[in-house]
């Protein structure tokens, strides 16, 4: 999918509310009112995301991320354009029924766009933020192993 396919009348289609929502053809649509707090957030954010960050920054697993990216309603903890990857990290808010739902919700928004979404906890990361490390560029050479295929 290219970003200029997705329209406010496809969001529609697929259940997203589009109001308030920029887009364009070069990046994904997202709300401009979540930017300035995305900015914030990469300066203090979870402990977990600084850790991972370590790992992820400047390419060192072959790919390259951005923090606290805003998509959709929604802010990413990293987000991969090259492969359309989001990658969250969940607390123990997550366990939560609710919190739960929530979180489909945003998976099911951001799959009807054509993003992956990888979850990892954080204690894993707080455990060894090399291993989930690992484990994120082992998913990313499967997804780009899938692009380069189809």
């Not at 997705?6 to 649509?29: K, M, R």
């Not at 954080?122 to 380069?148: S, Y």
Request: overall charge negative.
């Amino acid at each position: 999918m290219y970003f200029d396919d997705i329209t406010p009348e496809y969001l529609d289609q697929h259940g997203i509310n589009p109001e308030g929502l920029l887009f364009s053809a070069y990046h994904l649509p997202y709300n401009p009112r979540l930017k300035g707090f995305s900015r914030s957030m990469r300066g203090y954010g979870e402990k977990s995301e600084a850790l991972l960050w370590k790992c992820l920054r400047a390419k060192q697993i072959g790919f390259a991320f951005n923090r606290q990216k805003p998509i959709l309603n929604y802010i990413a903890d990293f987000y991969c354009k090259e492969l359309g990857l989001v990658v969250e990290i969940d607390g123990a808010s997550h366990f939560t029924r609710e919190a739960g739902l929530k979180d489909a919700e945003r998976d099911r928004q951001m799959r009807a766009i054509g993003l992956e979404v990888i979850r990892v906890w954080d204690g894993d990361v707080r455990d060894d933020p090399n291993r989930v490390a690992r484990f994120i560029e082992e998913q990313c050479k499967l997804i780009r192993e899938q692009m380069n295929e189809g």
